[in-house]
Structures are given as C-alpha cells and as structure tokens.
C-alpha cells in the first residue's frame, strides 16, 4: 500500500458535482442491505434521487477529500433536517464514499472527523446516520468515531402471495 500522500478535505463546489455523482453511483449498490433484491440500476436511481433532495436544501454541505489534489472521497451532511421521531436538531450525514482503492487509509475517518466539527460549528447537539447491518468496514469505523446505536430498524420479508406463510 502506498504511502499515505497529502490527503486534505475541503468544502465542495459545483466543479465537484461529477465526481460525487459518479462514486455515489459506484457505490449505490454497497450501501444496500443484502435483504433488500435491489439491481445495480435501482440503487443507482436512488442514490440520484437522494443527491437531487440533498441539493435542493439549503442545509447541505457537501466535504471532498483530496489526496495530492486529486478527489478520493465525499461525504454529505445534512444541517437543517431534525430528527424524525424526536423532532430534536441534528446533523445527519446522508453519505459517504471513498474510491475503493483508497479504503483503508484513514479518508473515510476524516471526512467523518469533518462533519463532526461542522456539526459543532452549527450547535448541533447529535449527529446521525444510517449503516446497513451488514455492512462491517463502515460500522466499525462509526463506532471508532464515537457512533452508538440508537435506534434498530427490523425488517422482515413478506412471503409473495400464493406461498407458505413464514
Ligand atoms: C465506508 C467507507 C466510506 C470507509 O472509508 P475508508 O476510507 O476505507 O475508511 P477508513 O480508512 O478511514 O476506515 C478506517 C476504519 O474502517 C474499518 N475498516 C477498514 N477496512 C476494513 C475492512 N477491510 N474490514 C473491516 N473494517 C475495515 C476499520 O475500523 C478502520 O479503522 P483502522 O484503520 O483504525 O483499522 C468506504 O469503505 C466506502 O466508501 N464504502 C462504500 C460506500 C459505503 O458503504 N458508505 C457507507 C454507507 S453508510
């Protein structure tokens, strides 16, 4: 593994919008529990749809991670949406993603070490994401970076009509 180079995180701007849609569609299908039978193209379709309701809030700030000037990583936070069931403030981050032969050298600690201070900046009290549960290298760095679950969201399938019934 080569040395880590100047790895640097900075504000994003309009000239970074391709970039942060093209590894958010490259890694649409990782972020998706094994659970759910989703297509390469439907986990696509709804990263853009995520990235189009990130964009159209005011809150949003978008981080880029740079190693040696070139971009390796994003993260969106979003500032201005409050928790859902408790209605309190929070910063919630709405995605991540580092260029896969960049994972594991601390970019993805940094943009998270980022948001953290953003959320500061703006008084936020908490900061919250969602991880699928079978998603290990980025549940540990979560919970390395102080993340605890809160919340568990429990799924089950629904046998298709016309089968058994468990
Ligand atoms: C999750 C992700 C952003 C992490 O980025 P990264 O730059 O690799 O993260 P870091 O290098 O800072 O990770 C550090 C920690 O991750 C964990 N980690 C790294 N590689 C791992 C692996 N192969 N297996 C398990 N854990 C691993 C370790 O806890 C590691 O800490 P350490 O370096 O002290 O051992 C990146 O894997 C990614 O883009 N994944 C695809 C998109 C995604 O799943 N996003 C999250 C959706 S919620």
């Given amino acids: 593994m080569p040395a880590r ?3 640097t995180v900075r504000r994003a701007c309009d000239d970074d919008k391709a970039f942060i849609e093209s590894l958010g569609l490259a890694t649409a299908l990782e972020t998706v529990s094994s659970l759910r039978d989703m297509t390469e193209s439907a986990a696509r379709q709804a990263f853009r749809r995520l990235l189009t309701f990130c964009r159209e809030r005011a809150g949003t700030v978008t981080f880029l991670a740079e190693d040696e000037g ?8 979003l500032t201005d949406l409050p928790d859902d069931v408790t209605q309190t403030a929070q910063a919630f981050i709405a995605y991540i993603a580092v260029l896969k032969e960049h994972r594991g050298r601390g970019v993805g600690r940094m943009l998270l070490r980022t948001v953290v201070e953003e959320s500061r900046r703006h008084n936020l009290p908490h900061i919250a994401l969602m991880v699928s549960a079978d998603n290990p290298r980025a549940r540990r760095l979560y919970e390395s970076e102080g993340f605890v679950a809160e919340r568990v969201l429990m799924t089950r399938r629904v046998p298709a009509a016309g089968t058994s019934r468990t």
């Fill in 70 to 77: 070139r971009p390796v990583g994003f993260v969106i936070l």
């Fill in 5 to 7: 180079m100047a790895l």
